[in-house]
């Protein structure tokens, strides 16, 4: 299962989610600049459109912008939570991407992360 995790910076929870260059040349649909919108599907089954597009600006990065700030607040993120992004592959009904969001907290003396 192609997947990445990311810790979320301040950027990432107010701003937009910087993608790893690798998991968008990899698994990531190509398309011709501007933006398209990829439906991500949480660990609830609610459906989400992200839009995808690279960033022009400075360094050339795939980021998901129009969207990304409504999973953030329903999830109430904020910079050290984690997301996990990653893509079902189903013979069926075709690839299907997916997006966990986790806090750290503290249980029995241990630091692990909970779905939020």
Not at 40 to 63: A, M, T
Not at 64 to 93: H, M, Y
Request: glycine share 8%; aromatic share 12%.
């Amino acid at each position: 299962m192609a997947h990445f995790t990311k810790i979320l910076t301040q950027t990432d929870s107010s701003k937009r989610l910087a993608i790893p260059s690798k998991f968008m040349r990899q698994h990531l649909p190509e398309f011709e600049g501007g933006t398209l919108n990829l439906v991500v599907e949480d660990v609830r089954g609610y459906g989400w459109s992200f839009g995808y597009s690279i960033r022009r600006e400075g360094h050339p990065k795939p980021v998901f912008q129009a969207g990304w700030l409504d999973f953030v607040r329903n999830k109430c993120l904020i910079p050290g939570d984690r997301v996990t992004f990653w893509l079902e592959e189903n013979a069926a009904s075709g690839p299907r991407y997916k997006i966990a969001a986790e806090r750290k907290i503290k249980l029995l003396g241990r630091e692990i992360y909970a779905a939020v």
